[in-house]
């Protein structure tokens, strides 16, 4: 795995890192089934995190203005996402759903979900990153306004402490017409339909 661009730490301390939580967890780290778990680790750390050597707004810099005249919002629901919280590492999964109003250029649907995937790569908090995805947006594109919202269950609730399932958190961001005009959020909202069945 190369190494992170932004980071002064190397493999090999990453996964002498590794070795020491192994210890202290109360395992043997030279054992057979733990010998390449520091390796592995460092490895999905890369992967997990590779949002930090990503720049999200050069996903919006291409953008294409021959869409005779189209001016109706427009919306990429169900962005599914996997994120950490950095309160306490553990994963952070849902959808994100993201609609914007274009002035005049729109940018290819694939972007937005890089631009959601680049922010979902790093540690996190939801309303974080909620505002992230939608200033990102915002203020590359520039369009009359951006909708996002985020659904997410953490792990951190499930998994410990309360440890209560079923439950998610739903953040939001509204900018420009999203945030001003009520019928626009609203039209929004029924187009993404969060919490509810979809046919």
């Known amino acids: ?24 967890a109360g395992e043997d780290p030279t054992r057979e089934g733990l010998l390449d778990t520091p390796r592995r680790v460092a490895e999905a750390y890369g992967d997990w995190f590779s949002g930090y050597r990503e720049d999200p707004r050069a996903y919006m ?6 869409v005779a ?3 109706e919002m427009i919306v990429l ?24 109003i274009p002035n005049g250029k729109v940018v290819g649907i694939s972007k937005l ?3 959601v995937e680049a922010y979902a790569r790093r540690f996190q908090v939801q309303e974080k990153m909620t ?20 659904e997410g ?24 017409s999203f945030h001003d005009d009520a019928r626009t959020r609203a039209e929004f909202l029924r187009f993404i339909e969060v919490g509810q069945a979809r046919r």
């Open 131 to 150: 505002a992230q995805i939608a200033d990102c947006i915002q203020d590359v594109l520039q369009p009359l306004g951006v909708g996002v919202v985020v």
């Open 61 to 66: 810099e291409r953008t294409f203005e021959e």
């Open 113 to 115: 979900a890089r631009v």
């Open 77 to 100: 629901r169900d962005i599914e996402y996997e994120s950490h919280c950095e309160h306490h590492m553990a994963p952070i999964l849902g959808r994100v759903h993201v609609g914007y």
């Open 1 to 24: 795995m190369a190494e992170s661009p932004k980071s002064p730490v190397t493999q090999a301390q990453a996964e002498a890192a590794v070795r020491t939580l192994l210890e202290w």
């Open 69 to 71: 005249g189209y001016d």
């Open 153 to 176: 269950a953490h792990e951190c609730m499930t998994t410990r402490g309360i440890h209560k399932r079923g439950v998610s958190m739903v953040t939001s961001r509204m900018r420009g």
